[in-house]
């Protein structure tokens, strides 16, 4: 495939931006030995996350189809877990295993994926049919629901978005997918009962910011006025106030992108997003290059997560979309989700390499 070449730049490309972008807004930086910092970190799991993507390029994709039932049961178990033995965060949140090392939800995005591409591909012959839409529905939400109680509502919702997304590739009627929405859209006030107190604050603060200033619309308008302060040109690497004096919150893992933006102003928000659209394209057009069904599905569920991770985080960081605490894919600040981006990007490239033949 022609853009198999230039696949590995395009993701090394974001990735120096990342590593630049947690260097600039390490709180640390001077201030603790380099592998306590969070950009030595961040470094260390660069390499690792470098050396799964070749090696996982150099498996065929096939392998990991065979294994869907195996990585289902992986996902549910680890989620589960997280439930009962995770480490939680400042607000409750219990998320991580292993002393805070791993995160089973970003592991489940790519498993999902891999675990929908094998149940789908296997059954073509009952696209579009109620008992098929049935089955995935059941099949989704029982890692939906584990992930949200943690509670994680990002990556809760990028498993729905999935769920919809492979229905769409897959070719159900329109009618279908509405009614099935329809139906989610009915258990919102069911949902909203279940979210903890920051999550409706969060949700809220979204539509009126202005109302609670100091509060819980603190994030969005310091990271509009973040934004903003960067203007056309930015005020130059490691010189942005908002971030570096700290005003910004979370400005190495949710607001990276703002903090990017205002040393590096318009044009490095530009050349992030260009980026990812080319990443993107290349990641359907490979797909659509591709010769067999499991390879189509998986290229096309992995650029739909991409994309709406993408739009959330840049979203949030403008002020458009609420506070979700969706990293920016290879960007935000995490070894976790670094790593299974690498994972997921490793199998893209295979599927290129391959052309979806054995």
């Known amino acids: 495939m022609k853009m198999v070449k230039m696949f590995p730049v395009i993701i090394l490309s974001l990735n120096i931006i990342g590593l630049m972008a947690v260097y600039s807004t390490d709180p640390l930086r001077g201030e603790a030995a380099f592998i306590q ?5 961040q470094l260390v799991w660069c390499l690792l996350g470098w050396s799964v993507f070749w090696g996982i390029s150099h498996i065929h994709y096939h392998w990991f189809i065979k294994l869907e039932w195996i990585l289902y049961l992986i996902i549910i178990l680890s989620l589960s877990a997280v439930l009962f033995f995770g480490s939680g965060d400042d607000v409750g949140a219990r998320r991580w295993l ?9 592991f489940s995005k790519v498993g999902f994926i891999v675990f929908l591409a094998a149940f789908l591909s296997a059954q073509s012959e009952d696209y579009g049919s109620w008992q098929l839409l049935l089955k995935t529905s059941l099949l989704s939400i029982i890692p939906t629901g584990l992930i949200f109680l943690e509670p994680d509502l990002g990556t809760a919702l990028v498993i729905i978005v999935l769920w919809f997304s492979a229905l769409f590739f897959c070719g159900f009627q329109w009618k279908k997918i509405l009614a099935v929405f329809t139906g989610l859209i009915g258990c919102v006030p069911i949902f909203w009962l279940v979210l903890h107190d920051y999550q409706k604050k969060r949700l809220l603060s979204f539509f009126a910011p202005h109302s609670d200033p100091l509060g819980t619309g603190y994030n969005v308008l310091q ?13 130059g690497w490691l010189s942005g106030t908002q971030s570096q004096l700290r005003f910004l919150p979370a400005h190495y893992t949710d607001f990276i992108f703002a903090s990017w933006c205002e040393q590096l102003g318009f044009i490095g928000g530009v050349i992030i997003l260009v980026l990812f659209f080319w990443l993107i394209w290349s990641i359907f057009r490979i797909g659509i290059e591709t010769h ?3 390879g189509k599905i998986l290229t096309s569920l992995l650029g739909s997560m991409f994309v709406f991770q993408v739009l959330i985080n840049v979203g949030m ?3 458009v979309m609420p506070v979700t605490g969706i990293p920016l894919p290879f960007i935000s600040y995490g070894g976790s989700s670094f790593f299974i981006n690498m994972l997921a990007m490793g199998m893209v490239w295979n599927i290129a390499k391959s052309g979806g033949n054995e």
């Open 317 to 319: 960081n403008m002020g």
């Open 98 to 106: 292993f002393f805070r090392s791993v995160q089973p939800s970003e």
């Open 223 to 235: 990271s509009q006025i973040t934004i903003g302060a960067g203007g056309f040109f930015g005020k």
């Open 292 to 294: 067999d069904l499991e």
């Open 37 to 41: 910092t969070f950009f030595g970190r």
